[in-house]
Nanobody, 125 residues
Framework: QFQLVESGGGLAQPGGSLRLSCVLS????????MGWFRQAPGKEREGVSC????????NYADSVKGRFTISRDNAKNTVYLQMNSLKPEDTGVYYC??????????????????WGQGTQVTVSS
């Protein structure tokens, strides 16, 4: 299995920004789609964004489209989630996940075989 380690979470003001990082160990991430998920208090885990390795195409949840940007640096085995214009409803634990496929097809959790431990993001004034 892959090992994924997230970092960059913390406290941000509404309207502020954070950048999450996820480093993949064990295997090169070059061949795998990478995704970000989050779980807010009292809610189910939901897909936030995904980036394919096949063509670097991206997917975003409607709730974050235009505010969040996913990117990958294959040389560093790292995927990023730049979060701008943060809202209190963005609060939650953010998880990085690696897919067993090289492309994204929605945010079905079964397509992601390896998960990080999560990093807390809190948006509050």
């Amino acid at each position: 299995q892959f090992q994924l380690v997230e970092s960059g979470g913390g406290l941000a003001q509404p309207g502020g920004s954070l950048r999450l990082s996820c480093v993949l160990s064990g295997f090169t991430m070059e061949y795998y789609a990478m995704g970000w998920f989050r779980q807010a208090p009292g809610k189910e885990r939901e897909g936030v964004s995904c980036i394919s390795s096949r063509d670097d195409s991206t997917n975003y949840a409607d709730s974050v489209k235009g505010r969040f940007t996913i990117s990958r640096d294959n040389a560093k085995n790292t995927v990023y989630l730049q979060m701008n214009s943060l809202k209190p409803e963005d609060t939650g634990v953010y998880y990085c996940a690696a897919s067993q496929w090289d492309y994204c097809a929605g945010f079905a959790p079964v397509r992601f075989g390896s998960w990080g431990q999560g990093t807390q993001v809190t948006v509050s004034s």
